[in-house]
């Protein structure tokens, strides 16, 4: 069953540096191509622990889209 939460990230603020990625007990985000943190929508609980380490404050926990 998917969490009620997911995280999001602020794609322009990132700086991808990776300690949401370190933190991540699911291994739900990834740094893409080197430019911005990524969320994997199907692996992540919405726990916050990436959006509480993040430096540049660009990551949040909202509401998901059950669409």
Do not use: Q, T
Not at 11 to 28: F, I, Q
Not at 42 to 50: E, I, N, P, W
């Amino acid at each position: 069953m998917l969490s009620k939460k997911i995280a999001a990230v602020n794609k322009s603020r990132c700086a991808a540096c990776g300690a949401c990625v370190k933190v991540c007990p699911r291994a739900a985000l990834s740094v893409f191509r080197g430019c911005y943190a990524r969320v994997d929508e199907a692996m992540c609980v919405g726990c916050g622990r990436c959006a509480g380490v993040c430096p540049a404050g660009c990551i949040s926990v909202k509401e998901r889209s059950l669409v």
